[in-house]
Antibody, heavy 122, light 113 residues
Framework: EVKLVESGGGLVKPGGSLRLSCAAS????????MNWVRQAPGKGLEWVSSVSAANSYFYYSDSVKGRFTISRDNAKNLVFLQMNSLRAEDTAVYYC???????????????WGQGTLVTVSS | DIVMTQSPDSLAVSLGERATINCKSS????????????LAWYQQKPGQPPKLLIYWATTRESGVPGRFSGSESGTDFTLTINDLQAEDVAVYYCQQYYTTPHTFGQGTKLDIK
């Protein structure tokens, strides 16, 4: 079964840091670009960041550039999102998402985790 | 950034009828190398993560019922749901994956009339 399981969410004060993890299973992880997408409470979807299959290319939305860092461990089938200088507007459910594969250079998102909630509040 | 604009923001359709959701991109999503539009449609039910319905604007994802279809005309895209079922109540999003940032439409909430 193809699965993505996020962890690491929680309550953090403004200016604080948090590291999200995503454990992937059931597919060839090293072949697939991975992404983070977030959804603020009651709002729509916002793409946050992507990392190439080989962990060599990194992409960020302007809203998180310079504060968030995406990475992956292909030996352990893990994706990470290091979030620094957190703001209230970063409060959201963060989804780990897989590229469908088979399209170049980018692809649709075919597998989503259940998400982990990050709340930034004093 | 490419702006994705969906219409309407919400709609209510009777069971068994057709629902139509529109999405317009601020620039072309057509990739010249394969002549495909890099446009996807997702369905999100309450309390659940989104689910991929359509990719390349018109290709149905495996396992998605045949009543869901996507069409394209330039920078205008449409998701059509025929024979609306109660389980189709959800918010629907379009998304471009032509370039980063991979922007989403604002969402269209679909209810039963």
């Amino acid at each position: 079964e193809v699965k993505l399981v996020e962890s690491g969410g929680g309550l953090v004060k403004p200016g604080g840091s948090l590291r999200l993890s995503c454990a992937a299973s059931g597919f060839t992880f090293t072949n697939t670009r991975m992404n983070w997408v977030r959804q603020a409470p009651g709002k729509g979807l916002e793409w946050v960041s992507s990392v190439s299959a080989a962990n060599s290319y990194f992409y960020y939305s302007d809203s998180v550039k310079g504060r968030f860092t995406i990475s992956r461990d292909n030996a352990k089938n893990l994706v990470f999102l290091q979030m620094n200088s957190l703001r209230a507007e970063d409060t959201a459910v963060y989804y780990c998402v897989r590229d469908k594969g088979g399209s170049w250079p980018y692809d649709a998102f075919d597998v989503w985790g259940q998400g982990t909630l990050v709340t930034v509040s004093s | 950034d490419i702006v994705m604009t969906q219409s309407p923001d919400s709609l209510a359709v009777s069971l068994g009828e057709r629902a139509t959701i529109n999405c317009k991109s601020s620039q072309s999503l057509l990739y010249s190398s394969n002549n495909k539009n890099f446009l996807a449609w997702y369905q999100q039910k309450p309390g659940q993560p989104p689910k991929l319905l359509i990719y390349w604007a018109t290709t149905r994802e495996s396992g998605v019922p045949g009543r869901f279809s996507g069409s394209e005309s330039g920078t205008d895209f449409t998701l059509t749901i025929n024979d609306l079922q109660a389980e189709d109540v959800a918010v629907y999003y379009c998304q471009q994956y032509y370039t980063t940032p991979h922007t989403f439409g604002q969402g269209t909430k679909l209810d039963i009339k």
